[in-house]
């Protein structure tokens, strides 16, 4: 008896080992998360930018790295690359904290020094402590230990994801690094979809400076840990532009002081460094003001990327020491008195419509 237990308890540990093979070998070989190296025999399916922008940054050979939030999802690598004349690829983390930017920058550099790094520096995630940041990283995909890696090979999840890649390619899905993340494709960017997705805040008192400049400053530490220990790397650090609806909102929240000192704070900081450029097209009045470029009060379309790449190129748009103060000054005097109630107005629609009718 005691016998064929032991046989069976045997039978079954192997039967158990066999499977835990089988799995972690499926998940090597089809590596659905770009872990190990970009396929070559099928297309990548793109599922979790927190789960596959470590392989990203590892795997993908690129001179110029651009990374932001959702704000930089539909800058195409091919874009980055006829713009600056590099090998290109854009990682992106939507609604990113620092925190979780700052993993894959460090496994970004374990693998190589890039010439370029440009950073989208939503003033959203400037401004926001960490206490919001959740485990959706898996920090086994990032650390530089070997061992953990079994939670990867071994994980029913990633099993799944193998199979799903497998499938996705014998229909014809599997997707291509350009447009891997990006969700513009079939977005409505037009005033009405801008506004429609607004929903305007109620007048508040006004909010308190120093919790928006100290989270600005712990932030910012994080980016100048990157720009100091990578002098040989030029970053290229922008603010995307979001719509002139984020100032309405600012304003009407009580925050104006409290933005407009955590962007000085960014400006004064981050200025200091030779091989930073800094560029502020937050404060854009050609592209803030044309809600035609948004889908809703932050997100602009690809179009507005194309544009803010080769400003970028042109170095258009450049914030230094010597006209940040007066840059900052001229915006908040246009964004205090800018007429933002004219846009629930519908003879300014009427008259709006008449005149891009007109027009050639």
């Known amino acids: 008896m005691k016998q064929a237990y032991r046989r069976w308890v045997c039978g079954l540990v192997a039967a158990v080992a066999v499977l835990l093979a089988l799995c972690a070998a499926v998940v090597y070989v089809v590596d659905p998360c770009l872990y190990y190296r970009m396929p070559d025999r099928w297309e990548p399916v793109f599922f979790s930018e927190r789960y ?3 392989g990203l940054a590892k795997n993908v050979p690129a001179d110029t790295v651009l990374v932001g939030t959702s704000m930089a999802a539909n800058y195409r690598s091919s874009w980055i690359q006829e713009t600056f004349g590099t090998s290109a690829v854009r990682i992106t983390i939507p609604d990113g904290y620092l925190s979780e930017f700052d993993k894959v920058m460090d496994v970004l550099f374990r693998s190589r020094t ?5 950073f989208g520096l ?18 086994y995909l990032y650390n530089e230990n ?3 890696d079994a939670q990867y090979l071994l994980n029913k999840d990633t099993l799944y994801y193998s199979g799903f890649v497998l499938v996705s390619n014998s229909w014809g899905s599997g997707e291509t690094l350009d447009e891997g993340f990006t969700w513009d494709g079939d977005i409505w960017w037009n005033h009405m979809t801008a506004l429609d997705n607004y929903d305007r805040p109620e007048v508040q008192p006004t909010q308190p400076v120093e919790p928006y400049v100290e989270n600005a400053k712990a932030n910012l530490r994080v980016v100048t840990d990157w720009i100091s220990a990578h002098p040989d790397t030029e970053f290229d650090i922008f603010f ?6 984020f100032w309405d909102k600012v304003i009407r929240e009580g925050r104006t002081e409290a933005v407009f000192a955590a962007i000085r704070q960014a400006g004064q900081t981050l200025l200091q460094y030779d091989n930073v450029k800094f560029y502020g097209y937050l404060m854009d009045p050609e592209i803030v003001t044309n809600l035609d470029n948004y889908c809703d009060y932050i997100h602009h379309s690809g179009g507005v990327c194309r544009e803010i790449l080769a400003m970028l190129q042109r170095e258009e748009g450049r914030l230094t020491e010597e006209n940040l103060e007066e840059t900052l000054a001229n915006w908040r005097e246009f964004v205090v008195h ?9 003879r300014f629609w009427i008259q709006w419509n008449a005149e891009h009718a007109a027009a050639p």
Do not use: C, H, K
Not at 114 to 118: C, H, K, L, S
Not at 240 to 245: G, K, N
Not at 338 to 346: A, G, H, K
């Open 52 to 54: 596959q922008a470590a």
């Open 146 to 148: 070997p061992f953990d």
């Open 338 to 346: 800018y007429d933002y109630d004219q846009f629930w107005d519908e």
């Open 122 to 139: 939503d003033v959203n995630i400037l401004t926001r402590d960490e206490s919001g940041v959740t485990s959706a990283m898996p920090d």
């Open 114 to 118: 890039p010439q370029r790094v440009v």
């Open 240 to 245: 995307p532009p979001y719509s002139i609806l």
